[in-house]
């Protein structure tokens, strides 16, 4: 109803600004108006879903999309406080989240003051207190009853009282491996656990095996650790995992978490992610990538419930079934290696293989990383999924660009716009009978025709549109199948890692 009613005034105020252009003009032009609307909220909805799982790059360039289709100022601001917050609060990027904020407070009088507030807070995290001591009392001389002026007032005080700390010259070295806390499933009915030596909450129980749903458990959770590995059965869901297992109900269902130490936690990632056959600098590489993406989760997810997810929106955890004495071997001859810029561990993207040319983030994702830019790789094109081809009907691509929000009819075009140095097309634009418009290719054409990556070329041959592309992902960062040929070639770990993460220093942090 509220979706409706919310519509339905969109309606209303687009008729006034037509005024007299005749119902017929105005009735095209709103529901033209709505549907780009709609995509924008759908991806600024999705973009929740994506930094859930851990895909924060995907989550950036939904919103990226959202600010370029909407046609509402204040669906722009709502677009852009969000990206400042996954610059952030995710992405260590807090000179871009940065640079929004001073956008907003320059072009969005409606947001200035949130923004202002936000400018501060973030220059305060950043310890830079004399900046944050400015914006703050520039947000108080002008918003002296705003919403945050009590906040404001004691982050000033603070503010004027700090100093700021001398530069951190090495990273702390942590005396045990750190743990994660894995999700397994979050909305489960019923649960069954074996193992040997089962104990819940602390306590010894005889049978090998015990059943869970919501109906039995009356505490907040439930600890359930073993003397061997534990198998987590829910439905189809099977898997054998080392460490706690806890369970957490959540509105009439369950959710399950693996926390366990983040070595043995590779143990079933490195595995899952390549495989066992590759040679032992390529798992050794790997092995490290991984480590680092699940401590870089571990420290910014220090508020949520879970660090990471066991699929490939994290990166894939398939448990003790899938571990193998090779890639334990890799994980343990690397053990506490992290990969650092900066004295920060960094956001180690890999991807299946970047088809011969890495990406830039900041072209595809508008993400400003040193480690992570677009060059030659050559070696990728020497492994599997390197290349690829997909055809479709004119008729299969408008049905499945409107199932995604685009009101296509009568296509006549798809024409490259925007190409990145590394020559993947940033965007498309789609020329229609109803629609002659640009459209990011990521999060549009890709999305909807299920493009396994953005470098391709395209093609209009009769009634149909083909793509001839070349690699598999995202193409950011780490290729595994030019790994696998770079640890083919005789290149050990290091040298393959410099390759993909240039700027970066490889630091033993326990």
Same mark, same amino acid.
Do not use: C
């Given at each position: 109803?509220?979706?409706?009613?919310?519509?339905?005034?969109?309606?209303?105020?687009?008729?006034?600004?037509?005024?007299?252009?005749?119902?017929?003009?105005?009735?095209?032009?709103?529901?033209?108006?709505?549907?780009?609307?709609?995509?924008?909220?759908?991806?600024?909805?999705?973009?929740?879903?994506?930094?859930?799982?851990?895909?924060?790059?995907?989550?950036?360039?939904?919103?990226?999309?959202?600010?370029?289709?909407?046609?509402?100022?204040?669906?722009?601001?709502?677009?852009?406080?969000?990206?400042?917050?996954?610059?952030?609060?995710?992405?260590?990027?807090?000179?871009?989240?940065?640079?929004?904020?001073?956008?907003?407070?320059?072009?969005?009088?409606?947001?200035?003051?949130?923004?202002?507030?936000?400018?501060?807070?973030?220059?305060?995290?950043?310890?830079?207190?004399?900046?944050?001591?400015?914006?703050?009392?520039?947000?108080?001389?002008?918003?002296?009853?705003?919403?945050?002026?009590?906040?404001?007032?004691?982050?000033?005080?603070?503010?004027?009282?700090?100093?700021?700390?001398?530069?951190?010259?090495?990273?702390?070295?942590?005396?045990?491996?750190?743990?994660?806390?894995?999700?397994?499933?979050?909305?489960?009915?019923?649960?069954?656990?074996?193992?040997?030596?089962?104990?819940?909450?602390?306590?010894?129980?005889?049978?090998?095996?015990?059943?869970?749903?919501?109906?039995?458990?009356?505490?907040?959770?439930?600890?359930?650790?073993?003397?061997?590995?534990?198998?987590?059965?829910?439905?189809?869901?099977?898997?054998?995992?080392?460490?706690?297992?806890?369970?957490?109900?959540?509105?009439?269902?369950?959710?399950?978490?693996?926390?366990?130490?983040?070595?043995?936690?590779?143990?079933?990632?490195?595995?899952?992610?390549?495989?066992?056959?590759?040679?032992?600098?390529?798992?050794?590489?790997?092995?490290?990538?991984?480590?680092?993406?699940?401590?870089?989760?571990?420290?910014?997810?220090?508020?949520?419930?879970?660090?990471?997810?066991?699929?490939?929106?994290?990166?894939?955890?398939?448990?003790?079934?899938?571990?193998?004495?090779?890639?334990?071997?890799?994980?343990?001859?690397?053990?506490?290696?992290?990969?650092?810029?900066?004295?920060?561990?960094?956001?180690?993207?890999?991807?299946?293989?970047?088809?011969?040319?890495?990406?830039?983030?900041?072209?595809?994702?508008?993400?400003?990383?040193?480690?992570?830019?677009? +060059?030659?790789?050559?070696?990728? /094109?020497?492994? %599997?999924? #390197?290349?690829?081809? &997909?055809?479709? @009907?004119?008729?299969? !691509?408008?049905?499945?660009?409107?199932?995604?929000?685009?009101?296509? +009819?009568?296509?006549?075009?798809? /024409?490259?716009? %925007?190409? #990145?140095?590394?020559? &993947?097309?940033? @965007?498309?634009?789609? !020329?229609?009978?109803?629609?002659?418009?640009?459209?990011?290719?990521?999060?549009?054409?890709?999305?909807? /025709?299920?493009?396994?990556?953005?470098?391709?070329?395209?093609?209009?041959?009769?009634?149909?549109?083909?793509?001839?592309?070349?690699?598999?992902?995202?193409?950011?960062?780490?290729?595994?199948?030019?790994?696998?040929?770079?640890?083919?070639?005789?290149?050990?770990?290091?040298?393959?890692?410099?390759?993909?993460?240039?700027?970066?220093?490889?630091?033993?942090?326990?």
């Amino acid at each position: 109803m509220r979706y409706r009613l919310r519509h339905i005034a969109i309606l209303l105020f687009l008729f006034f600004l037509i005024g007299n252009k005749g119902i017929y003009a105005s009735s095209t032009f709103s529901n033209e108006i709505l549907s780009q609307e709609r995509l924008a909220q759908w991806n600024i909805n999705y973009a929740s879903y994506l930094i859930d799982v851990g895909k924060y790059l995907d989550a950036l360039e939904a919103y990226n999309t959202a600010f370029d289709v909407t046609p509402f100022k204040k669906t722009k601001l709502k677009v852009l406080l969000h990206k400042a917050n996954l610059f952030a609060t995710f992405l260590d990027a807090e000179d871009q989240a940065l640079e929004i904020y001073n956008k907003i407070i320059s072009n969005y009088p409606e947001g200035m003051e949130i923004a202002l507030y936000r400018k501060g807070l973030l220059l305060f995290d950043m310890k830079k207190y004399k900046d944050a001591a400015n914006v703050l009392s520039r947000y108080l001389s002008k918003y002296p009853n705003g919403r945050f002026r009590f906040q404001a007032e004691v982050l000033l005080e603070q503010a004027k009282k700090a100093v700021a700390p001398p530069p951190v010259v090495k990273p702390t070295i942590e005396k045990k491996p750190p743990l994660v806390r894995v999700l397994l499933l979050r909305k489960a009915r019923l649960i069954k656990l074996q193992g040997n030596g089962l104990k819940v909450n602390g306590k010894p129980i005889e049978k090998q095996s015990i059943v869970f749903d919501t109906a039995s458990i009356r505490a907040r959770e439930i600890i359930v650790e073993a003397k061997s590995p534990i198998r987590i059965k829910s439905g189809k869901y099977s898997k054998k995992v080392r460490g706690k297992v806890v369970i957490k109900p959540k509105k009439s269902r369950l959710m399950v978490l693996n926390i366990l130490d983040i070595e043995k936690y590779l143990w079933g990632v490195v595995p899952s992610e390549s495989y066992p056959s590759w040679p032992i600098e390529t798992l050794k590489a790997q092995a490290v990538a991984s480590r680092t993406y699940a401590y870089y989760q571990v420290l910014h997810r220090k508020n949520w419930e879970y660090d990471l997810v066991d699929n490939e929106g994290d990166q894939a955890y398939k448990g003790v079934d899938r571990e193998t004495k090779k890639t334990t071997q890799a994980v343990n001859e690397t053990r506490g290696l992290v990969l650092m810029e900066q004295n920060r561990p960094i956001l180690a993207m890999y991807t299946a293989n970047s088809g011969g040319y890495t990406a830039d983030a900041k072209y595809i994702f508008k993400l400003n990383k040193r480690y992570l830019v677009a +060059h030659p790789d050559p070696m990728s /094109l020497k492994g %599997k999924m #390197s290349s690829w081809k &997909r055809s479709f @009907s004119i008729s299969e !691509v408008e049905k499945k660009l409107r199932r995604i929000g685009v009101p296509v +009819h009568n296509l006549k075009k798809i /024409l490259p716009q %925007k190409v #990145s140095p590394s020559g &993947r097309i940033i @965007s498309v634009k789609i !020329v229609s009978d109803t629609v002659n418009k640009e459209y990011r290719t990521w999060t549009i054409l890709r999305r909807a /025709l299920r493009l396994p990556e953005i470098l391709f070329s395209i093609e209009k041959r009769g009634n149909k549109f083909i793509f001839s592309g070349k690699g598999w992902g995202h193409g950011v960062g780490y290729s595994q199948w030019g790994s696998a040929e770079m640890g083919k070639q005789g290149y050990k770990y290091r040298e393959i890692l410099k390759f993909y993460y240039p700027e970066t220093k490889i630091t033993k942090l326990w």
